[in-house]
């Protein structure tokens, strides 16, 4: 039954990143953790696989809508895209085991990344259930302070193996001046690129089963394509709030999970 669910929930993750430019992709690591029973270092690996991939397609989609900026996408995803690979290739196996021990309780690598995720859900909610504006600024910000910036969000992004849209989207809005709806489309469109080429900082490090991670990256962008379709029909800000809603009860379930049980 769990892994119905698991099948369900990619079907979910496309149709989210459909309807709303961004979010489903936090729900891939707790999916294949918790329903799938995939070692959270394992799903943040295939998480950027499925989320690259299913954010391709969205990405193809976009572009012939004419809402993918592609150079100003891809400045923003060259910083990103090496701290993601260099997060995945060196950073990840080199957190050990066990981080440190707490009296005769051990804190766990696994249980790290799960709470570095909840924590990440946590803020992603925030920003969707938030009834303010991105607004623009009037003044250049300085290039060298975005790059940081930029590369900073990557090593985030390949730490928990999600696509990292909420960090993405106001800094495309805020940063390069782009209108809400073409930062959405290039958010997905830098997605696309840092997901699937931090993954192949992955597959020295770990042996991925490819039937696997091939039948439920397929699923999730059947969803993605009725997503964008139903897109037409829905109130985005109001999907917006309620994923939001629903984000923040699964980032409560976690931390409750990891630190009670």
Do not use: C, H
């Amino acid at each position: 039954m769990e892994e119905i669910f698991g099948y369900f929930g990619a079907l979910l993750i496309g149709l989210v990143l459909g309807l709303t430019g961004g979010g489903g992709s936090i729900l891939t690591v707790p999916v294949l953790v918790y329903l799938l029973g995939i070692n959270p270092v394992i799903a943040t690996a295939y998480s950027l696989f499925i989320v690259g991939s299913t954010s391709t397609f969205g990405s193809i989609l976009n572009y012939r809508k004419g809402l993918v900026e592609v150079k100003t996408g891809l400045k923003f995803a060259i910083p990103s895209l090496i701290a993601i690979y260099f997060t995945r290739k060196f950073i990840v196996p080199a957190i050990p085991e066990v981080l440190f021990k707490v009296q005769e309780t051990a804190v766990t690598k696994d249980f790290f990344i799960m709470v570095l995720f909840a924590i990440m859900m946590m803020l992603a909610s925030f920003s969707m259930l938030s009834e303010k504006r991105v607004s623009v600024s009037k003044t250049e910000p300085n290039p060298i302070v975005v790059i940081i910036q930029i590369f900073m969000v990557g090593i985030i992004i390949g730490l928990v193996g999600a696509g990292g849209g909420f960090l993405i989207i106001p800094a495309l809005v805020f940063m390069a001046k782009l209108p809400m709806k073409k930062a959405i489309g290039t958010s997905i469109f830098i997605i696309a690129i840092n997901s699937l080429i931090g993954f192949t900082g992955d597959i020295g490090n770990i042996n991925p089963d490819w039937s696997f991670l091939l039948i439920f990256s397929f699923i999730s962008i059947l969803g993605i394509f009725a997503g964008i379709y139903l897109n037409k029909f829905i109130n985005e800000k109001n999907l917006k709030k309620g994923f939001g809603w629903f984000v923040l009860a699964m980032s409560i379930l976690i931390l409750t999970k990891e630190t009670l049980f």
